[in-house]
């Protein structure tokens, strides 16, 4: 029964992986069906840094029906996706004491999440992960802050975005970019932080042979970062924990004591794709989304102000179907969308489509496929069709959980004609899923330079001149 309310053939179904079960139709036959027969109040409270709490509430089968296994999985792949889109170190669920049960036993330290609950133990600093049952009327209430990001132009400034294939970086004077460049890299591979500083420095250093000085340093980097200082980011999973504390958690600070101690402002790459979009567009609202080595992703808010959730959607599940890929580097989990919207799913789709990959790292074989489809090729074609329907659903998903009016794409993947495509794609779903929101939501896709660069670009405006270096 969980399999069959849950996992909803789609209405567009992607050539390349007909196991596809895209996780909002699941979610709204679960709510149709609980709406049908009359359901039971449940609410989530997560809880983070500084007494931020974030609330969800839905409706379940009561506790006495007979489809009522099936909240467990529904809710279970909800908090999945609250916790990576917001972030928590406590859940309390109020509602159905079973459902607290399964969840604190699925997040226990031997439980099929016990990856999940390490992670956010470890990065809210806190001895263990909670997951608590509480009455309705005891839940906490919701306590958010939005801060503001960015937007500053004045001065000699330098972007740098760290990639997990590539390395860019940006010069900027007033505003106006005056140099952009990408070097390829391999960060995850390597276990010598003294790589990875070489590496952030020679971009630094290219970039600023093109100012007169430098006033800022802004940097875009996959992971999580606290006053400058990196917590958890897979760019660096490579690097011993000691060699970590050591040299890995202040590199940024130190690139920026190198150059002079400037000012200094490190933001999660998805973040900046938010302020690239909501720069850009003059507008709130807005959802960032970069397709690269991973997903990463972005909110501005309708308040324009960064919410200060964590927004790792790479993690966040996209597909309930029992075919759903697993993330064997990382999670361990299944459906997740790190597998599905990024360049690790254009290497994974070419096996499929029978398209044979030259050897080499996932960015040389990107190039090679959307090379052949400039080429024509169809097997190339179908590959980012499938991206697109991933993304159409994918987007349809994530819009129960923000309020959007635009949608910005970025990074490698969409670059060239697979960008377009697979935009095209996404809209088709739009319309056979949705087809009132195909003429409000905003889809947007830059000029080829800004869909490569502008990370590196919207970084550059991260820090004020009167900013100060955490050392």
Request: glycine content about 10%.
């Amino acid at each position: 029964m969980v399999e069959s309310l849950l996992s909803k053939v789609p209405g567009v179904r992607p050539a390349l992986d007909p196991e596809f079960r895209p996780a909002v139709l699941g979610n709204r036959a679960f709510r149709a069906e609980v709406a049908r027969v009359g359901g039971a109040p449940l609410a989530l409270a997560l809880e983070r840094d500084g007494g931020k709490i974030s609330r969800f509430e839905t409706m379940i089968f009561p506790e006495r029906h007979p489809q009522a296994s099936t909240n467990l999985r529904y809710v279970e792949r909800l908090l999945k996706f609250l916790l990576w889109q917001r972030g928590a170190f406590k859940v309390s669920v109020a509602g159905s004491h079973a459902v607290a049960v399964y969840l604190a036993k699925e997040y226990a330290p031997e439980g099929a999440r016990s990856f999940d609950a390490q992670f956010f133990a470890k990065i809210y600093a806190q001895p263990r992960f909670i997951v608590e049952s509480v009455p309705l009327a005891e839940l906490p209430r919701a306590h958010e802050r939005g801060s503001a990001i960015g937007g500053h132009l004045d001065g000699c400034r330098i972007g740098f975005d760290a990639g997990g294939s590539d390395r860019k970086v940006a010069a900027l004077i007033d505003g106006q970019e005056v140099f952009s460049c990408e070097v390829v890299w391999e960060p995850k591979l390597q276990t010598d932080p003294q790589y990875h500083f070489d590496g952030i420095d020679d971009s630094i250093r290219r970039a600023a042979a093109h100012l007169p000085r430098i006033d800022a340093i802004g940097v875009s980097s996959a992971g999580i970062y606290l006053n400058n200082r990196t917590m958890v980011a897979s760019l660096f999973r490579g690097v011993p924990d000691a060699a970590f504390e050591a040299h890995i958690k202040n590199i940024y600070p130190d690139i920026a004591k190198k150059w002079g101690n400037v000012p200094l402002q490190v933001a999660n790459d998805g973040d900046v794709t938010a302020l690239a979009g909501a720069l850009e567009l003059d507008d709130d609202s807005v959802l960032g989304l970069a397709f690269g080595t991973s997903l990463a992703a972005g909110y501005v808010n309708p308040q324009r102000l960064i919410t200060g959730w964590l927004n790792e959607l790479a993690f966040a599940p996209i597909d309930y179907g029992a075919g759903a890929i697993v993330d064997h580097e990382w999670s361990g989990d299944s459906g997740t969308g790190v597998n599905y919207l990024s360049q690790d799913a254009v290497v994974r789709l070419a096996e499929r489509a029978g398209l044979g990959l030259p050897s080499g790292s996932p960015a040389s074989k990107l190039k090679f496929v959307q090379e052949r489809l400039g080429l024509g090729d169809e097997r190339a074609g179908q590959i980012f069709d499938t991206l697109g329907i991933y993304l159409g659903y994918g987007l349809l998903h994530f819009l129960d959980f923000y309020s959007v009016k635009h949608v910005l794409l970025l990074g490698r993947v969409t670059s060239g004609e697979g960008g377009a495509r697979l935009v095209e794609k996404a809209r088709e779903v739009l319309e056979v899923e949705a087809p009132e929101l195909a003429g409000s939501l905003r889809i947007h896709l830059p000029d080829e330079a800004t869909r490569r660069v502008g990370q590196a670009i919207a970084a550059a405006s991260l820090p004020s001149l009167n900013a100060q270096v955490h050392s």
